[in-house]
């Protein structure tokens, strides 16, 4: 099993180009330059990094630190410190929780520009659910992540982000935001509606994916709750449904896939090692629980 992980990796850095990048637009694509880097949708550098990352990528990986470099610098919005993608759904808190964990996950904690985009998502992220939770700020227009009910996904992949911040490092108000995240997660109680709490939240939530990129599924959502140590009956219904898909021989199945990836790591409707290895750690930590 560890062998095929690298194996896979080293497929996934196979397909680097001369500059240490993955897929680029041309010039001449609609979306260039804002969107270099971030498009084509799970083969451009910023989802290849996630896939590594997500993979296990050995951490001091000499091959990701042009990559990682490109990224963020290109992405990275100066005056408003934070990373987007120019005045297209701006601000966007999972791209910047995607690149908070990049940058963790890699170097080992927050540089500067996490820094700073954790001091904004601290003063603007909101966490309405179903209708506006008090005064609409200046980023409400964008209603796609800041909609009466605020996007979801923004607010899981803050938090992990957040997770991959040593606890030494977390500033009062980064403890704040992930006490934020983490209370919105639990009223959602991690894929469930808050509202008709035996409905899924959204559509798919509930089938197993990996790797998981803007969206999660319910066990990354369990996973990031397991890194922060999370304990509480909120999550018992989740469990069980975790333990629901588990089959008899112990293995989990991958439900959802993935389109478009630099590489394939597994087969719908077929065991899934990625999937089994969280769901097992998940339900060691949470045995309790169930």
Same mark, same amino acid.
């Given at each position: 099993?560890?062998?095929?992980?690298?194996?896979i990796?080293e497929? *996934?850095?196979?397909?680097q180009?001369? =500059?240490?990048?993955?897929?680029?637009i041309?010039?001449?694509?609609? $979306?260039?330059p804002?969107y270099?880097? $971030?498009?084509?949708?799970?083969?451009?550098?910023?989802?290849?990094? *996630?896939l590594l990352?997500? %993979?296990?990528c050995?951490?001091?990986?000499d091959r990701? #630190?042009?990559?990682?470099?490109?990224?963020?610098?290109?992405?990275?919005?100066e005056e408003?410190g934070?990373y987007s993608?120019?005045e297209d759904?701006?601000? @966007?808190?999972? !791209? =910047?929780? =995607?690149?908070l964990?990049? &940058?963790c996950?890699?170097?080992?904690g927050?540089?500067?520009?996490?820094?700073r985009l954790?001091?904004?998502?601290?003063d $603007?992220?909101?966490?309405?659910d179903?209708?506006?939770?008090?005064?609409?700020?200046?980023?409400c227009?964008?209603?796609?992540? $800041?909609?009466?009910?605020t996007?979801?996904?923004? #607010?899981v992949?803050?938090l992990?982000? *957040?997770s991959?911040?040593p606890?030494?490092?977390?500033s009062?108000?980064?403890?704040?935001l992930r006490?934020?995240?983490i &209370?919105?997660v %639990?009223?959602h109680?991690?894929c469930?509606?808050?509202?008709?709490?035996s409905?899924?939240?959204? =559509?798919?939530?509930?089938f197993l994916?990996?790797?998981?990129f803007?969206?999660?599924d319910?066990?990354?959502i369990l996973?990031?709750?397991?890194?922060?140590?999370?304990?509480?009956m909120e999550?018992?219904?989740?469990l069980? !449904?975790?333990?629901?898909?588990?089959?008899s021989?112990?293995t989990?199945?991958?439900?959802?896939?993935?389109?478009?990836? #630099?590489?394939? @790591?597994?087969?719908?409707?077929?065991?899934?090692?990625?999937?089994?290895?969280?769901?097992?750690? #998940?339900s060691?930590?949470?045995?309790?629980?169930?």
């Amino acid at each position: 099993m560890i062998q095929s992980r690298q194996n896979i990796i080293e497929r *996934i850095f196979s397909f680097q180009n001369g =500059n240490g990048l993955w897929e680029v637009i041309p010039e001449s694509h609609k $979306y260039f330059p804002d969107y270099l880097h $971030y498009v084509p949708n799970y083969k451009a550098s910023v989802w290849t990094l *996630i896939l590594l990352a997500e %993979l296990q990528c050995r951490r001091d990986d000499d091959r990701v #630190v042009k990559p990682l470099i490109e990224v963020k610098n290109h992405l990275y919005d100066e005056e408003h410190g934070i990373y987007s993608l120019k005045e297209d759904h701006f601000p @966007i808190p999972c !791209l =910047n929780g =995607n690149m908070l964990f990049l &940058d963790c996950y890699f170097n080992g904690g927050p540089d500067d520009k996490s820094k700073r985009l954790l001091e904004f998502f601290y003063d $603007y992220q909101r966490f309405d659910d179903g209708k506006y939770e008090g005064a609409k700020n200046q980023f409400c227009s964008n209603t796609s992540c $800041y909609g009466k009910h605020t996007c979801y996904w923004g #607010v899981v992949k803050l938090l992990k982000g *957040i997770s991959f911040i040593p606890e030494s490092q977390r500033s009062k108000e980064v403890k704040s935001l992930r006490d934020k995240c983490i &209370d919105f997660v %639990l009223k959602h109680k991690v894929c469930y509606s808050s509202h008709q709490p035996s409905k899924i939240m959204i =559509n798919k939530i509930d089938f197993l994916t990996f790797p998981n990129f803007y969206k999660s599924d319910f066990l990354e959502i369990l996973w990031i709750l397991a890194r922060e140590k999370i304990t509480s009956m909120e999550i018992t219904s989740a469990l069980e !449904l975790l333990q629901s898909k588990r089959r008899s021989d112990g293995t989990w199945e991958l439900e959802r896939e993935m389109n478009n990836m #630099v590489v394939s @790591i597994g087969k719908i409707n077929q065991p899934n090692q990625f999937i089994t290895e969280r769901a097992n750690e #998940v339900s060691s930590i949470f045995s309790n629980e169930i």
